[in-house]
Nanobody
């Protein structure tokens, strides 16, 4: 079983920055893609950023130029650097990863989420 734990959320003023972390642990053989999603109150969960096994990245249009996803393969950890935050970035941010787990085959795991609140 593979667990994901997010950290780094908090309250920040508009224009500020936060760095989220997502640490994967458990019977990991390899991690394929890692994603950051967010869910604002009353809205559906949306994909914010993706980093692939090869290191390619993709972003939602709303965060391009402001957010950067990266990973430390040795630590099985993904990061989301968020700059120039806006009130509309407020929400719960979730990490999602898929890959191969030792003994159990394919995994697709979610973290518990971390709250990001941006005040105007």
């Amino acid at each position: 079983q593979v667990q994901l734990v997010e950290s780094g959320g908090g309250l920040v003023q508009a224009g500020g920055s936060l760095r989220l972390s997502c640490a994967a642990s458990g019977n990991i053989f390899s991690i394929n893609d890692m994603h950051w999603y967010r869910q604002a109150p009353g809205k559906q969960r949306e994909l914010v950023a993706t980093i692939t096994l090869g290191g390619s990245t993709n972003y939602a249009d709303s965060v391009k130029g402001r957010f950067t996803i990266s990973k430390d393969k040795a630590k099985n950890t993904a990061y989301l650097q968020m700059n120039n935050l806006k009130p509309e970035d407020t929400g719960v941010y979730y990490c999602n990863a898929d890959g191969a787990a030792r003994g159990t085959g394919w995994f697709d795991s979610w973290g518990q989420g971390t709250q990001v609140t941006v005040s105007s």
